[in-house]
């Protein structure tokens, strides 16, 4: 069966370039639509640039760049966090790869 | 006597534990994450200690307090001094955390007594003793050491158990992140032994990822860029390119794995550097890849040859050549092995789980003598009746240690904050609060009497936390651990949910100030009905300028009234009156809010036996000019009392941004004390909004982290404003009502998560503490002391202080320390301080 994290990373690796290309308008429909799909199939996807970086996030795998501080934020999401739903019960099926800084 | 089943392998970079039962071998996940592999990492962060994957992000950036590859110095008298906690750990020490977090991940509720540890084929006496000693520190009473070829040859040998006869030489290829091994085994009808070994401790699949980066991302980007100084600049730690540093050692090893699937792979990323934005697609192909790794993959095979060399032995003498470790997945080091050395390659089991596999195989057939706790947990499984019983004579939990958790359980928040309370023998021992679905790890934290947690939830789901507590070994103390639950965003939808709390704003005339008293709370279903009995907190004359204000207001009804919409405002003034109103009167005020969120208010004199009604839509805003200024001075005074919080704590960037809101605060001031009570052009609501943003944004300032500073800050002024109260002379019942009232409120607001709020309270504890000093006798002499000997320029009226000095000298002679009291107030009441001014012509609301 096709392992459906790695359909969502790369459903979140084009959405990061059309982004980086400034064409996120034309494909914004299309993006939430397929989201929305894999939401209805019980996946959870989370995008974590923006927030608080913390040592007890084990929900991503950072890479820290710059000083470390106690006041770190994820500046870049490499790959998304993907939970899954199951049986009424959430499980973490992919960390997140991120980068964080100390800003 | 009992079979072990339990094999370790504690790696350099990462441990594994596996399990053998019903001749099958389960590899276990950690329930952080549901991975097999933990990183063998240790980080002694500033409050907490973590074990694994999330402590190995901070190797490289913290290397004073964490520490990896501390197998390589097992056996060594090293020891590592941790700045964090001013102490020094040892290698032991460390794999002995290592091997209880690998203890989390058997969910089968098992806490085995005896397992079976892998060690390279490399290790001495000193290292295998080292090893042993870990083992005893993490709770394992029966420990056997297994060397890691040995292992991986089991692992392999069980795979393919049933087939011909195993006799011979084998090789196993033990090629991983950071380490390489190749070790020669021989195998005989009774036994499997490592005749040799060589390898390099730094040598491993990191080198690929390094080798794509630099020669093949590295020369791309110069040769888009022309940068002539990345090469130099790009690895440099806190260095100008760092940030695009770790998204290509990312990319580089997603290359590499996405090379050994398919065999060929792209680089794609976009970046700016320099000023200049740049994209880039670089390709690495079969060829190329083959080409760069060579040289790794034939130092590998020189080490190889070595062995076979020095033991007499032919690349013929070899059976096969069995490979273990991530690297081994990569088709450039196989066909390499196999073109050089010409023997066949067995990769039938898995290579990052094999030694862990191969150790369960050995620990079935292990035996050991299970110990009489062991046995009585046993007997619960098997007598549940009496579970309870047995179980609390194998706890050794402490009974004088009691721990209390408080908390919301349901949120429509991101996070939800967790107060932990706990009595008794607290000290040296942790808790560590982990979610269920692997998202959340606190790690170890110390216990306090008091702690405060932020959980992170998932949204539209319940949250599922464990609360564990664990001694000064790391040991679980069973018996205390805790369930949390908390859903986030769920509310049955019969009807409208309100979005925001709508509260009233009424006198907090003892603090002058005023505070929001909520109405309809947040997630209550539409429509809403209700009428509040208050009293008036100040008496109107009929006919005069005076007047009460009923300021209906949306948001958090915690935060402070600035914070919050006005939606709706009654002003009814003595102009309206029929009557006078007299301070205690009641009042009645009814509201209803509607489906669509209309908002009808009937307000009720009691006295005056007047009606007034109004309807507001949510889309109006109603200001008073009056109270916005009196609104405007408070949070002026709040924000500079920010500032110079935030400079005396040393938080420079805080203090940065609480300055700029101070700053943007003073740019309205002038428009807004110009403006005449009957303007109407827009500015009053355009000052308001601002106002009103700046108050929130300066309830954001230094996020969780300050809120956790307020909270230990409250607990630890509340202990010395208890101390006081009790050593008190005067006053004492009052002081303690007071101390009482704020007490109540504790837990609500420290839930609130709101700065302000807790603000607020903090600022009453002071001036607590500040009024029971004042009723201490010896405090009140320390005080008087220094007034006495204070010259002219401090007094407004020197004659007054010299005469009260005199009058307190004789009190004090005669003991007689209330009227000594008296005069010290007096004499206080003289002295030039300008600090204690504020708001003292308070106007309020004329609601209590
Ligand atoms: N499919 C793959 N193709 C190529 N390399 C891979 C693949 N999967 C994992 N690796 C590499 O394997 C390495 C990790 O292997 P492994 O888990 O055996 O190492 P380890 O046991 O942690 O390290 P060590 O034995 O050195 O302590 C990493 O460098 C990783 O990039
Ligand atoms: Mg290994």
Redesign the pocket.
Known sequence: MLNPAHIINQLFEMQSRINEAGMTANFERNFKRLYSLFEEEGYIIQDLTGEAYTESRTDCEAGISGKIGSRMTITRTLKPVIYQKKDGAVQLLQKAVVIAENK | MKPVNFGI?L????SLIAKYEASKVTVFKNPVGQKE?L??VVAYRPDRVLVGDKAREYLVKDPVNVFG?F?RKMGTDEKYYVVNIDDNVTPVQLSSLVLKELKNFIHTGETPEACVITIPASFDTMQSNATLKAGQEAGFKDIFLLQEPIAASLAFFNETAGEENKDGYWLVY????????AALVQSTDQELKVVDHEGN?FL???D??FAIIDMIVVPEIIRQTGITDFEQEFRVKYGKYEKLFYEVMYYA?EA??E???TGSAYIEFSTELDGKKYDFSIPVTKEKAGEIFLPIINETIKLLNNVLRNNGLTPKDIRQVIL???????PQVKEQLAEQTGISLNSSVD??TA?AVGAAWYAANKQYEPSIEETAAEHTEQAIETANDILSNVDFSPPDLKVEVSYNKSSRDKEEVLLIFCEGTYEDKYYRLVRSDGGFDSGFVQLKAKKTEFLPLIPSVTNHFTLAIFDKNYDELKSLAKEIHISQGKYAIDGQPLPHDISIEVDDVENKTTRLEAIFERNSLLPQKRTLYREISKTIKKGSKDSIIISILEGDKNSRPLSNLTIGCIEIAGKDLKTDLVKGSDIEIQLHITDSRVLNTTVFLVMTQQEFKNVFSISEKKINLERLKEQYTSLEHELTNTVKEFQYNQREIWEIKANALLEELHTVKERLFRLKKNDKSDEKYIIAEKIMRLSQEADKLGGNERISLMIEDYYYRKDQVKETINTADFEKEELKRQFIKIEQSEASFIRSKNVSFIQTKLEQLYDLHWKALGNTTSFLITKFVEFRDLGPEYYRDYNGAKSLIKLGNAALEKENYPEFRRHVYSLSGLLHRADFQMNSDFKGTGIG
């Open positions: 392998d790696g350099t970079t990462n592999t990183a063998s590859s197998k033990d090629f991983g992140g950071g380490t390489f091994d401790n491993g699949g990191v690929f990822d090893e590499k794995k090379l050994s699937a273990v470790g991530g690297s081994t997945f990569l290579p990052t030694i």
